[in-house]
Antibody, heavy 124, light 111 residues
């Protein structure tokens, strides 16, 4: 079965870059029936979708309008993982960050597998 | 101010039936995009509870069901059990935002 294991620092200084990784087991990051997403959760913003990467003949990315200018999601096929980079962070970016899988094969846009979550605090 | 609107809390006694509403707009639920529901226990990641409007992943009890009409959807839980106490979220896709959207979440308390 597919599992997602997240890693990354829990503390980031303001104006710096938040970087998280999600290692996939049980499926290839290049699977053409899966999309790989990042979602965050905070008391002030609730659950907020950040973006995704997926492969169907070539790699595609989609980003939320609210973070598009400072977000990059990259797949790493050699390590079977995908990453999130969020630039120029502020305390408002403090949240629990989750990676999640979307089942593209079903045509539904639901998240059927989630990582364990990483609490990231933005503070000096 | 989530795109999908849910009541902050609902409660019910064991054995009772509760419903949780999820109100959207013409760019998400009203546009025909599927509505999915998640259950989040304290300190854990959300778990897919209902997908494709009213389908349950393997292992989810039949006590959980969902429906949709127009720009709204709802989750129903019958035969409430103490273990159902959790936060519940609805989710859909929004064509105006070109992205996935969530409700603000509803805390279910089992009295």
């Amino acid at each position: 079965q597919v599992q997602l294991q997240q890693s990354g620092p829990g503390l980031v200084k303001p104006s710096q870059t938040l970087s998280l990784t999600c290692v996939i087991s049980g499926e290839s990051v290049s699977s053409n029936i899966a999309g790989w997403h990042w979602i965050r959760q905070s008391p002030s913003r609730g659950l907020e979708w950040l973006g995704r990467t997926y492969y169907t003949s070539k790699w595609y990315n989609d980003y939320a309008v609210s973070v598009k200018s400072r977000t990059t999601i990259n797949p790493d096929t050699s390590k079977n993982e995908f990453s999130l980079q969020l630039n120029s962070v502020t305390p408002e970016d403090t949240a629990i960050y989750y990676c999640a899988r979307e089942d593209l094969g079903s045509g539904l846009d639901a998240f059927d597998i989630w990582g364990q979550g990483t609490m990231v605090t933005v503070s000096s | 101010q989530s795109v999908l609107t849910q009541p902050p809390s609902v409660s019910g006694a064991p054995g009772q039936r509760v419903t949780i509403s999820c109100t959207g707009s013409s760019s998400n639920i009203g546009a025909g995009y599927d509505v999915h529901w998640y259950q989040q226990l304290p300190g854990t990641a959300p778990k897919l509870l209902i997908f494709g409007n009213n389908n349950r992943p393997s292992g989810v009890p039949v006590r959980f069901s969902a429906s949709r009409s127009g720009t709204s959807a709802s989750l129903a839980i019958t035969g409430l059990q103490a273990e159902d106490e959790a936060d519940y979220y609805c989710q859909s896709y929004d064509s105006s935002l070109s992205g996935w959207v969530f409700g603000g979440g509803t805390k279910l308390t089992v009295l």
